[in-house]
């Protein structure tokens, strides 16, 4: 790989922007997509594809397999508003899972290095910490302190991006108060309906070990439908690009 493309995808990978590294691999020429070239190029149909997928593939040219596309996509990643017990639980899961995982909260007494050995944490407000952290397309949100000065901030951060989950931990009454103060915001049913509340699938859960169960399930849920492969009309096929 030339060292100016090599350049090119690291770039990419710590923007934690999606790209796609292609192939030739009749001749092993490579060229780099970066997500925001994605709708321009010749094979686009075949680039939203695979990353909608986010499957490296090889791929049909002119009727015969031609191109490698390497998808090159950040690794899914989890805002976790509140340092609480659900949270202390939620980590190492996660980890497992092959999340990032970052804690955030402004109350320094929770957010520490003894309560979350080896976690990246944020003591700040949340609109203050995601707006620096940044919210894309294969991150998560949720908001787990029941305090509404806390975890109304980072919901409506979330709901105003594309982020592919978005979750608040309490009951349907609180919720329900929530969806007011949303609503007094400026959010309309369509993006309050993105909130997963009460959060976490239903699995009757009732430690927080298990709640963090519950939430990761729904999350890896909602991300894997995300990313499943739409089926290809049969005989698709792309023509030779022009040269």
């Given at each position: 790989?030339r060292l100016?493309?090599l ?7 710590a923007a ?8 030739d ?13 994605v ?7 075949l ?5 909608a997928?986010g499957e490296s593939?090889l791929?049909a040219?002119?009727?015969r397999?031609?191109?490698f596309?390497?998808?090159v996509m ?10 609480v017990?659900i949270?202390?639980a ?8 092959g999340?990032?995982v970052v804690i955030i909260?402004p109350r ?10 080896n976690?990246?944490l ?15 397309r ?7 302190t029941?305090d509404?000065?806390?975890d109304d ?9 594309g982020?592919?989950y978005?979750?608040?931990?309490g ?7 929530r ?8 959010f309309g049913?369509?993006d309050?309906a993105?909130v997963?509340a009460?959060?976490?699938l239903d699995?009757?859960?009732q430690?927080?070990?298990e709640i ?9 849920a909602?991300?894997?439908r ?6 290809r009309?049969?005989?698709a ?7």
């Amino acid at each position: 790989m030339r060292l100016s493309l090599l350049a090119d995808l690291n770039a990419e990978r710590a923007a934690r922007r999606l790209a796609v590294l292609v192939t030739d691999i009749a001749t092993g020429d490579q060229r780099l997509i970066k997500v925001a070239e994605v709708g321009s190029d010749p094979l686009a149909p075949l680039f939203a594809e695979a990353l909608a997928a986010g499957e490296s593939s090889l791929v049909a040219v002119g009727g015969r397999p031609r191109l490698f596309f390497n998808i090159v996509m950040p690794p899914p990643r989890l805002l976790v508003t509140g340092a609480v017990h659900i949270s202390q639980a939620l980590v190492p899961m996660a980890r497992l899972l092959g999340y990032d995982v970052v804690i955030i909260d402004p109350r320094a007494a929770f957010a520490t290095a003894d309560r979350f050995p080896n976690a990246e944490l944020v003591a700040e407000w949340p609109d203050t910490a995601l707006a620096r952290l940044g919210l894309d397309r294969r991150t998560a949100v949720m908001a787990l302190t029941h305090d509404p000065k806390i975890d109304d901030p980072c919901l409506m951060a979330a709901l105003a991006s594309g982020v592919f989950y978005v979750g608040a931990l309490g009951s349907r009454r609180t919720h329900a108060k929530r969806v007011e103060r949303l609503k007094a915001a400026g959010f309309g049913d369509g993006d309050i309906a993105r909130v997963h509340a009460p959060i976490g699938l239903d699995l009757g859960a009732q430690s927080p070990a298990e709640i963090a169960l519950a939430i990761l399930a729904e999350v890896t849920a909602t991300l894997r439908r995300a990313g499943r492969r739409p089926e290809r009309r049969p005989g698709a096929d792309v023509a030779e690009p022009a040269s």
